[in-house]
Nanobody
Framework: VQLQAFGGGLVQAGGFLRLSCVAP????????KGWFRQAPGKEREFVGG????????YYSDSVKGRFTIRRDNAQNTVYLEMNNLKPEDTAVYHC???????????????WGQGTQVTVSS
C-alpha cells in the first residue's frame, strides 16, 4: 500500500502551496496521518500531523502559524496548506499513515513517494 502525494512545485518566498496526500482504501484512510520533509543532506523531519477524526493537529515549531493540516475522510485525502513559504522550507515532502503516534517517524506503517517543494528567495 502506498500513499500518493502531490502538489509540490517552485514558488517564491512568501508564496503558497497546497499538498495533497491520497490514501487508497478505507483501512489506510482511517489512520492518523503526518507530513515529514527531507532536505538534501538532512534527516527526515516532522512537519505536521492529524489524528483520524481530524480534531487533533500537531505542528513543528518551524511551521507553526504558517502551515495548516486538515483531512477529508470522505475523499481519503489529507492536505498540507503552506503559507508564507521560506527558502528553508525547500525539501521533499512525504506523507505517511500511522496508528502509533504522528510524531514518531519510525512508527509509520505506510509512506507516499514524496513531492518536491522549492522556495526561491
Amino acid at each position: 500500500v502506498q500513499l500518493q502525494a502531490f502538489g509540490g512545485g517552485l514558488v517564491q518566498a512568501g508564496g503558497f502551496l497546497r499538498l495533497s496526500c491520497v490514501a487508497p482504501g478505507r483501512i489506510v484512510s482511517s489512520y492518523d496521518k503526518g507530513w515529514f520533509r527531507q532536505a538534501p543532506g538532512k534527516e527526515r523531519e516532522f512537519v505536521g500531523g492529524i489524528n483520524r477524526s481530524g480534531v487533533r493537529k500537531y505542528y513543528s515549531d518551524s511551521v507553526k502559524g504558517r502551515f495548516t493540516i486538515r483531512r477529508d475522510n470522505a475523499q481519503n485525502t489529507v492536505y498540507l496548506e503552506m503559507n508564507n513559504l521560506k527558502p528553508e522550507d525547500t525539501a521533499v515532502y512525504h506523507c505517511g499513515a500511522t496508528l502509533a503516534g504522528v510524531l514518531y517517524r519510525d512508527r509509520y506503517a505506510y509512506w507516499g513517494q514524496g513531492t518536491q517543494v522549492t522556495v526561491s528567495s
